[in-house]
């Protein structure tokens, strides 16, 4: 059988009616339970993850090790996760979508890692064959992404200030999150080829005047959730 495909589900899409009917299972790993939903779409077994849990922690309170080493014993291949991104470039728009082709580190260090190694390499975060299935499906989808974004990590769970935002953006990076340091370096320790679809739900803070809302970055991830749900199953099939 060929390996399982697993999604992480960030902030706003607990239930992405993938496919079908969902069994529940929980994974025990060296650094705690957790609990995944498996199914199966296109001939292949999916497992769901959910970031923050079920209760949704904050990003700072993720046990990302426990999640990436479940997906690891549970046989996964491939990881397809979705984040939450606020748009540091004003070309990409709330509402859009990105693949990332990197990021860059601003969290405060000593976050999780499996080994403790020094020289991993990480000069290509994220795989390049699953960024390339999906903008062709985005395409296919006409749906609007913008390839090989830039992300900045901020620690969180706070949102940044405007002149964090605006180093980062003279850093080089076009969005933000808190979540994909640790766990694409996670993901890259356990050998598994991960690659994320960013939804754009916000301009960063000081990009416009408007202050960043926490419940608004929920509602456009929501409101996202049929468009998700179509880009998944249209990369599934194809993988
Ligand atoms: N900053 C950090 N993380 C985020 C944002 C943001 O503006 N929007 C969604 N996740």
Redesign the pocket.
Known sequence: MAERIAIIGGSGVAELDLAGRLTPMLVTTPFGTVPVQLGEYAGREIIFLLRHGKDYCLPSEINYRANISALKRAGVGQIIATA???AINRAFKPGDLATLDDFIDFTRGGRDTFIKRQFLDVSRPYDQALNRQILRAAKALKLKLHANAIYAC?E?PR??TRAEIRMYGQAGADV???TQVPEVVLATEAGIPYAVIAVI??Y??GVTGKP?DGDH?VAVMKKKKKALTALLKDVVAAL
């Open positions: 939450a991104v606020g901020a969180g949102f940044e933000v999150g808190m739900t916000n960063a803070a960043v970055v």
